[in-house]
């Protein structure tokens, strides 16, 4: 009768930043880091020209950091391939070269903008225009250019439902497409990484992470972030429920009020449709706090936000993925 | 602009974790992965949804669209099972179409759900979300009770080797919360586990509806004192499967930065790691020791089964993707000629003629199929004779390879007894398989007697008196109980005690033991497999004299081939032979080590010792499984007395016998 209450009533209370552990005995943070630098090196391995594709968002900076790891003592032996859409915050941009120059990595960048001067896209009309959907020709003409036969990415299976069927090697036909009807099994370890040229495969070593786990081996490795995942100070619009910063590619329109805010950033991409999250969380236990909370709130609450931000993110998949 | 976190680059691995610092002295939580299988109308969507929902997993926005939708569909409650059926193709249909991962995490554990669809290409997708599994819930629902699906889930967990399996009896609440219902549903399916290799079984009455059992407990089955089923997700012991004693580590990348280093990429596939471990490097056969297992963080005194590592070596030995690096004391068959269980994937059925490709850990070679040694019905379990396999078949193979390859058999190590198939036309995985051991001989094929050996010029006449009337006299039919397991597992132990209970009873009986007939009988054979097999061959042929005398004989050997014991099933008519797997993990065994064998072993006195470092192939589909971990002595004889009863070599009623008690 009298069993014991399960954990799940009693959340948090040792959330933030769990340590290492020793023995033979491997904490979840451990496993998924030792299943992801597998996932690397088998990349490395069954491909001749991979690369990864580096958004300047965490998952990407922690995609680097893993790929470090993997390769140590040696350099990362595939390039960093950055879509630069010209609608970056600039704090992206910033760290993204500070980050290559210090990894010693190969970086590779292509713009939307020479995609668009090359008349292979058309830049939407009106005022602050999306660049979130062009930068799909722009990738796919870098990864012809490159001959690149994978390209890994951040993409994780919690991040929405669709995904939670992705595979760690996702097949890719010739035109860059994904059939999920025609997905390979993937059993035990064991990746199938054989394609018939002109094939791509997109290969996913953070699968199994959840946003929580990325914050928590975040804080546990000590990865350097942009200052735009941490609360500050920051001049903002409102628009259709978001919450976007003011930027010279995002102006503010008629009849909208800029002001400052305290906010930070749970995804990084264009300045003109990243939704920002009212915080005042500025350290990382703050931040691993928030995002279990958030999680764990009562159900009901801040829909609207939520509710932006996942078909912004959903926009940004279809887009770079 | 950035904020002040000491970058990886510029600092210890200890000062980067800031935290750490911060005194949260709790251990890590760790990682369950767990599959869940049941059909479309089981009620897996829902359950699935509502530990999402109730560990609090599920983000506002997701959770605002399922209350939108179960509107928008008049449910008038909240339909947790929108949360999963992901794919909108798969939502209008109401069905979920491949395996999809879900994740949640309370504060003891994470866990990766692998949920897989009960109904269309139900083998193949729980082959692929069982692989990774440490648990499985067979969902049953308790107004239909165990059905034909509710039994292959069973089987396929225990194809697979995953050590727990949850039966969650479901929709309680439409049976009214009713004790007998779940009782009768737990005995059924539990006579039928029986045959299974299923470690450990677990029962739990749920309502995945109304949330009865899921995450809180019940007050509408006061009579269940059991754990809820999330509290026993947390509790369960994770990582008890894995192995820590044979270390394999199959080279995956050469890390070369300069002309001075050479690191070898891996991960440990199972066993432990430490410098100055004499290794061989397979299947080439060079030997070295490990002068460091580096990693970015700074080098580890060991490395253990699923840690991600650089090996560098004290030896310029010629190293490369696909070979194995192992313990020189502890070595991994090396051949081409595989005996493996398969699920075939492919949608062209298998081609007897065709080439295949066969990537096991990380190595890639050409292999065909020689024989497809029989088919087995998920359903029933029987073994069929087939020559080919088709997509959600599973079946037994003997598979040849143009390379040899190191390998263990799967129940040892799933990292280096696993493999896949690939069709080198099209590049698709068309096969999933676990490796039993090496095809040492003509496998035996489905329903035939081998041939026995006869000396020349003999002829064979009929038993003087016919067994028949032996067995009308004794009150009882004549059976071989065959008992194996490790030594240590317990054999003797019960064969002993159930044979005093049968000659008291007023039985005929005799016991034959491993250590017996090699006084005299097979004073000259030795442990190699040949002469275990000739060992084998005798007491088979002894054992079967006794049976023609109507007696119930008990046989103990460790017996860890599979195909000797089947040579002994094989001289029995069919419903006379039950074998009997003794089981106890090889730590057990080697606490009691009634023998002392396994301390000779590890003094380096012993070698070949079964399950030390000779090889056990366990029985697949053994009449009987006796976990002396679990139960005690009595309880197992009782129930062996029981299944003599049930199989009608025992009568109905305790014998009234002439000589009786």
Redesign the interface.
Known sequence: ?D??P????????????????GG????????????A??VM??T??QFERPVLLFSGGKDSITMV?LA????????IPFPLLHIDTGHNFP?TL??RDRLAA??GAELVVRTVQASIDAGRCVEEPGPNPSRNGLQTVTLLDALRELKADAALGGGR??EE??R??ERFFSHRDRFGQWD??N????????F?G???PGEQFRVFPL??W?E??VWQYV?????????LY?SHEREVVERDGMILAVDRHNAVLPGERAEVRRVRCRTVGDVTCTGLWESAAST??EIVLEVAG????E?????DD??S??AMEDRKKQGYF | ???A?????E?TPD??????A?G?A??????LRFTTAGSVDDGKSTLIGRLL?????????????VRAASDRRGEGYLNLALL????RAEREQNIT???????F????R?F?IADTPGHLQYT??M??GA??AELAIVLVDARKGVLTQSRRHGFLSSLLGIPHVVVAVNKMDLVDFAEDVFRAIEADYRDFAERLEVPSLTFIPVSALLGDNV???SARM?WY????L??HL?GVNV?AGRN?VDFRFPV??V???HQD?R?F???VASG?VGPGEEVVILPGGQASRVRSV????GPLDEA?A???V?LTLEDEVDVS?GDMIVRRRNLPTVATRIDALACW?GERPLDPAAEY?M??A?RTVKAFVAEVVYRIDVDTLHREASSTLEMNDIGRLELVTAQPLAFDPYARS??TG???L?D?RT???VA?GMIRGEAREAPVPAGDAPARPVSPAVTWEEWNIPRAEREARNGHGAAVLWFTGLSGAGKSTLARALERELFAAGCQTMLLDGDQVRHGLCGDLGFSPEERAENLRRAGEAARLFFEQGSIVLCTFVSPYAADRERVRALLPAGRFLEVHVRARVETCAARDPKGLYARAARGELQGLTGVDAPYEAPEAPEVVADTEDAGVEAIVAALVRRLREEGILPANPPSHPRGT
Do not use: C
């Open positions: 009768m069993s014991e399960s954990s799940a009533t009693q959340p948090a209370a040792e959330l933030p930043v769990p340590p290492r552990t033979v005995r491997r904490g979840h943070l451990a496993q998924l880091e030792s299943e630098i597998y090196r088998e490395a391995a950091h470090r790891k993997a390769f140590w003592p040696a350099r704090e910033e760290f210090s990894v299976r919690d439902k669709a939670a069927k999920p009807r997905q390979r099994p993937e059993m035990w370890n064991l199938n054989r394609r018939h699968s199994n959840t929580l786990d804080g546990r490795e000590g990865i350097d972030l942009p200052s941490y990382l236990e958030a999680r764990r709130a159900r009901g609450g801040r829909g939520r509710r931000e996942a | 602009m950035t904020v976190a000491p970058s990886p680059a600092t000062a980067a974790a800031p935290a750490a911060a949260h709790a251990p890590e939580p760790d990682l929902y109730e560990t609090g997993s599920v983000p506002e926005d997701q959770l605002e669209a999963t059926d992901g794919l179409i491949d395996v999809a991962y879900r994740y995490a309370t504060a003891r994470r990766i193949r997708n082959v692929t692989s990774t995450v809180e407990k006061p004192d059991g754990p809820t999330l509290h947390e990582g820590l995956q990348y890390v070369r930065p280093f690191g990429a891996g991960r432990t580096e990693t970015a963080d253990v699923g840690d991600s650089l993707r994937m490709l990537m096991h990380t799933h990292a696993s493999f896949i690939v080198p590049h698709a995985t999933a």
